[in-house]
């Protein structure tokens, strides 16, 4: 029995048949959903590099949480369009996707999560492995990769 999804959205048109299945199968097993994002800020340097640490460098922080906020906003507005009795939040982290999507189905204990097929190069995703390909790995829950 599922009871619990997580679902994990970026923006792109994988991540949209991830989440519309994730809602799909919710809704035939009385699920709750949760959208999950990760939002990655690009590094730049270590601690030690004044850089890193910028005044500046809070404001592009602040314009990036405002776009991945914006994108789970639209991902909501999508569930509750397509499946208005499913049960659905949404969350936001920060940090590496894949590490941050496996943390997230052990301390919320998911019974399932559902990840789109990334579009990546097969060159780029042989060599550095595909964050779906990561979370099926590394995930102690089942993990429904969707392309």
Same mark, same amino acid.
Not at 13 to 18: D, F, G, H, L, P
Not at 42 to 50: E, F, K, L, Q, T
């Given at each position: 029995?599922? #009871? $619990?999804?997580? +679902?994990? +959205?970026d923006g792109s048109?994988?991540?949209? $048949?991830?989440l519309d299945f994730a809602l799909a199968l919710a809704e035939k097993q009385s699920a709750s959903v949760v959208i999950l994002n990760v939002m990655q800020l690009? @590094?730049? !340097? &270590?601690?030690?590099?004044?850089l890193a640490y910028s005044? &500046?460098? !809070? !404001?592009? %922080?602040?314009d990036i949480r405002k776009i991945h906020e914006s994108?789970? #906003?639209? %991902? #909501? =507005?999508? %569930? @509750? @369009?397509?499946k208005p009795n499913v049960h659905v939040t949404t969350e936001l982290r920060e940090g590496h996707p894949a590490k941050q999507i496996v943390a997230a189905t052990s301390e919320g204990s998911f019974d399932m999560v559902v990840v789109g097929h990334g579009g990546q190069g097969r060159?780029? =995703?042989?060599?550095?492995g595909g964050v779906s390909e990561r979370v099926a790995h590394l995930a102690q829950c089942a993990v429904l990769i969707v392309k």
């Open positions: 029995m599922i #009871s $619990k999804i997580l +679902v994990a +959205v048109e994988c991540a949209n $048949k991830a690009p @590094a730049y !340097g &270590s601690s030690d590099d004044p005044p &500046s460098m !809070g !404001g592009i %922080a602040k994108l789970l #906003s639209k %991902a #909501s =507005e999508r %569930a @509750a @369009a397509a060159l780029k =995703e042989m060599l550095l």
